[in-house]
Every structure is written in structure tokens, then in C-alpha cells.
């Protein structure tokens, strides 16, 4: 049975994974709308990642005898800079995403809620694979630069992303 601190703070996760899947969801409606389909490519199958993280929780909560409660929506921005802004934002994104891991962790540990701790470690593993894919590709950006010919090779990339699950052509 979870102590109803740890279930609070889970459920709060539910709502940060919740909005991450908006978030990417947002970013990929306007990289399509804008020519980057390689990086709207990127972006839906990401949206449908985080629904995932979110979906892990749920059936975590409710497998030890809580409550996983839908949040309500929030809406993201809808527009964005560039690419680049777009790169930018997902890496501060999913910075507060680790900090807040490392807090719930954190709960768990005073709350001597060991089960937890080590249900957490999966997302304390793929937070360290979203900070890096972020930067990653914030990296090829700013080396790239803005010109819109330097733009279509990093949407290529992406696009090579999107069906290898990691990034060559640039
Ligand atoms: Fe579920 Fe991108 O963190």
C-alpha cells in the first residue's frame, strides 16, 4: 500500500509526463506545419513516449492500491522561434523533468518507500537517455547553424532518428 505522500507525488508525475506528451505533441504540429517533417516525424513518435511514462505510473499506482488520476489538460505553447527554440525547449523541459525524478526519489527515501525507489529507477535511467538525445541534437544545431540548406540536413537527421531510434546522416 502507498503511503499518501508517495502517491500524491506520483500522481504529480502523472501530470508532468501528461503535459511533456502535449508538449511534443505542440512541437510536432508546428515542425510539420513549417516544412520539418523529419523533426514532426520525431517529435509525434516522442509525444507517444511520454504517454507512455505516463501509462507506467498509472498501472504502478494502481497495482499497489492507489488512485492514478487522470490531470487535467494543459495547453503548451503552440508556437515556436525555430527548430532551434524548439531544440532549446525540450532540453530545459526535460531537465525540470529530472529534477522532479530526483525529488520524487528523494520523497521515497524519507519515506522509507523502497519498493518505490526502485520502481523509480527506470525514469532515473531514461532521463539521463532524454537529457543527452536533447542536447544531442541541440549540439548538431548550434554547430550547424541557420542557414535553411544546413536546416534540410538537419531535418534529414531527424528523420533518420525517427525510424533508427538514433541520429546519423549529419
Ligand atoms: Fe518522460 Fe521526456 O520524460
Redesign the pocket.
Known sequence: MLKEKVEDALNKQIEL?AY?SQLYLSMASWAEKNGFNGSSEFLYI?AD??RG?MLKLFHYINDRDGHAIVPPLKQPPVSFESITAVFEEILS??RM?SDSINDLVAICVDEKDFTTQNFLQW?VS??IE?ENLAKTNLDKLNMLGDAKANMYLFDKDMAAQSTTGGGTAV
Open positions: 509526463e511533456s516522442h513516449e511520454e511514462h523541459h526535460e523533468i525514469y531514461e532521463q532524454e
